[in-house]
T-cell receptor, first 116, second 110 residues
Framework: GAGVSQSPRYKVAKRGQDVALRCDPI?????LFWYQQALGQGPEFLTY????????KSGLPSDRFFAERPEGSVSTLKIQRTQQEDSAVYLC??????????????FGPGTRLLVL | DAKTTQPPSMDCAEGRAANLPCNHSTISGNEYVYWYRQIHSQGPQYIIHGLKNNETNEMASLIITEDRKSSTLILPHATLRDTAVYYCIVANFGNEKLTFGTGTRLTIIP
């Protein structure tokens, strides 16, 4: 079946530009996560949705970062006034139902953002 | 979540068993051990998880010590496609936010 998809796969932005990154989770998955992965580092948590509710946004690095999932399926991560330090791979993951140890997260291929 | 410690890199000959260690000495009683791997330019991929018993699936085996302070991921017959960064993570539930470290970069040598 279809996995998690993300678009675009690559994005080059000029400093100060706004960008929007899209995530299509596996159909029917309740939970959706965004992670940021800097070069040579492991992914770091940004934010978490259960259906359309954003339950945890503790990892968002600044108020320039905003995520939404209005209908409980597709999610968009928006970065306003991009800075060079925002350059990273942005990963989206989904899981079926919240709160069970047997749950696994299924990751998309990521969007590689380069801010010049 | 408990912190984990993994060696930064390891090599393994193709066809041999790859044994990847992980220390998690501060793990609490309700935390599971999860392993994910990340092949170059791809998103992380779930491998296996366990609480206190050893586990095996089609990809790997997970051996957890009796005191649960460490574990070993075993890839029984490593292939070149197993070259990846392997992350050991402890968490209460697999679907909550995952705290990745820097993992172990495993290189399979032909």
């Amino acid at each position: 079946g279809a996995g998690v998809s993300q678009s675009p796969r690559y994005k080059v932005a000029k400093r100060g530009q706004d960008v929007a990154l899209r995530c299509d989770p596996i159909s029917g998955h309740v939970s959706l996560f965004w992670y940021q992965q800097a070069l040579g580092q492991g992914p770091e948590f940004l934010t978490y949705f259960q259906n359309e509710a954003q339950l945890d946004k503790s990892g968002l690095p600044s108020d320039r970062f905003f995520a939404e999932r209005p209908e409980g399926s597709v999610s968009t991560l928006k970065i306003q006034r991009t800075q060079q330090e925002d350059s990273a791979v942005y990963l989206c993951a989904s899981s079926e139902i919240g709160g069970r140890a047997s749950e696994t997260q299924y990751f998309g291929p990521g969007t590689r953002l380069l801010v010049l | 979540d408990a912190k984990t410690t993994q060696p930064p890199s390891m090599d393994c000959a193709e066809g041999r068993a790859a044994n990847l260690p992980c220390n998690h000495s501060t793990i609490s009683g309700n935390e599971y051990v999860y392993w994910y791997r990340q092949i170059h330019s791809q998103g992380p991929q779930y491998i296996i998880h366990g609480l206190k018993n050893n586990e095996t699936n089609e990809m790997a085996s997970l051996i957890i010590t009796e005191d649960r302070k460490s574990s070993t991921l075993i890839l029984p017959h490593a292939t070149l496609r197993d070259t990846a960064v392997y992350y050991c993570i402890v968490a209460n539930f697999g679907n909550e936010k995952l705290t990745f470290g820097t993992g172990t970069r495993l290189t399979i040598i032909p």
